[in-house]
């Protein structure tokens, strides 16, 4: 395929066919290895959740509130991460930190 002789238009078009192309095959490449491994995992018994694990971790639930403004109790902090403005201006305050503890 001569390209020099192509239009802007033509090579833009070629360009949009080719990246609709390349998607199918690597979703058809992607279907066919699935089957494969699938046919392997039941060829020798083993469940597919055991071969590959889930990979994901439990979350392990919320965590505890540790400080909490004594005059507005719906700003609370976990102590994890950045302290929120209200502790910061709590401490550059001059008080302690050790008040917020819930």
Same mark, same amino acid.
């Given at each position: 395929?001569?390209?020099?002789?192509?239009?802007?238009?033509?090579?833009?078009?070629?360009?949009?066919?080719?990246?609709?192309?390349?998607?199918?095959?690597?979703?058809?490449?992607?279907?066919? #290895?699935?089957?494969?491994?699938?046919?392997?995992? $039941?060829?020798?018994? &083993?469940?597919?959740?055991?071969?590959? *694990?889930?990979? %994901?971790?439990?979350?392990?639930?919320?965590?505890?509130?540790?400080?909490?403004?004594?005059?507005?109790? #719906?700003?609370?902090?976990?102590?994890?991460?950045? $302290?929120?403005?209200? &502790?910061?201006?709590?401490?550059?305050? *001059?008080?302690? %930190?050790?008040?917020?503890?819930?």
């Amino acid at each position: 395929m001569d390209l020099s002789n192509m239009s802007v238009g033509d090579l833009r078009n070629l360009q949009d066919q080719i990246k609709q192309e390349m998607k199918k095959r690597e979703h058809q490449e992607v279907a066919k #290895a699935r089957e494969q491994i699938l046919a392997i995992a $039941q060829s020798v018994g &083993v469940p597919l959740k055991d071969l590959i *694990g889930t990979g %994901i971790r439990a979350k392990t639930g919320s965590v505890a509130v540790r400080y909490r403004h004594p005059d507005n109790a #719906a700003q609370q902090w976990t102590g994890r991460g950045r $302290q929120p403005k209200w &502790v910061k201006e709590w401490i550059d305050g *001059g008080k302690s %930190i050790d008040k917020l503890r819930v």
